[in-house]
């Protein structure tokens, strides 16, 4: 069965260290989203790309980055942790523009 | 910009029982998709229900249902003879079909507790 494969599912971390989160998907979707969810806040898009080579900011993007070097993968990194960082992260595809998302099983990272 | 709000942060609910969960939302476009996401303890993510805007008729999956009021911009999910496994988180989400990017829009959600 095709699916979503987040890593590591928990980490504990240092502030100002780097960090990175990855998203491995089988179903070869081109549309792929990070998102970040918080108490009282939902679910946050921060991150998404379109394809192979494309990245977009999305409403919380501050202290993350992306690249998109293949269909399969889009690793989402903190260049400099911090605790505002600590937060539950949600990778999720979608196989077409406007299609529902499918979503992996969330990465906890907490922040020290 | 398109907000969804749940005011409800917690509901409960006893087994066989029925539970309307609410969600507004703001938007100028005529066009758009709205989803319910549940959330259980496992943190997985999995969609309960979808309505396009542009079908008046309101979508129902099994024991779950919708009551979509496009002109007040309401979307409560009905949840009908209530489970243990009905608990959870629930998510109510926008898509835009005019901008077409493909995000989803989250409200903060609702804790859904069922009572035996």
């Known amino acids: 069965d095709a699916e979503i494969t987040q890593s590591p599912r928990h980490k504990i971390t240092e502030t100002g260290r780097q960090v990175t989160l990855a998203c491995h998907q089988t179903w070869n979707h081109n549309n792929m989203f990070w998102y970040r969810q918080d108490l009282g806040h939902g679910l946050r898009l921060i991150h998404y790309s379109y394809g192979v080579q494309d990245t977009n900011k999305g409403e919380v993007s501050d202290g993350y980055s992306v690249s998109r070097s293949n269909t399969e993968d889009l690793p989402l990194t903190l260049e400099s942790a911090a605790s505002s960082q600590t937060s539950v992260y949600f990778c999720?595809?979608?196989?077409?523009?406007?299609?529902?998302?499918?979503f992996g099983e969330g990465s906890r990272l907490t922040v020290l | 910009a398109q907000t969804v709000t749940q005011s409800q942060p917690e509901m409960s609910v006893q087994e066989a029982e029925t539970v309307t969960l609410s969600c507004t939302y703001d938007t100028s476009e005529s066009d758009y998709y709205l989803f319910w996401y549940k959330q259980p303890p496992s943190r997985q993510m999995i969609l309960v229900i979808r309505?396009?805007?542009?079908?008046?008729q309101n979508a129902t999956e099994n024991r779950f249902s919708v009551n979509f009021q496009k002109a007040a911009k309401s979307f409560s999910l009905k949840i009908s003879d209530s489970q243990l496994g009905d608990a959870a988180m629930y998510f109510c989400a926008y898509r835009s079909v005019t901008s077409n990017t493909g995000k989803l829009i989250f409200g903060q959600g609702t804790t859904l507790q069922v009572k035996p």
């Open positions: 999720a595809t979608s196989p077409r523009v406007g299609g529902e998302l499918f």
């Open positions: 309505q396009e805007a542009y079908k008046q």
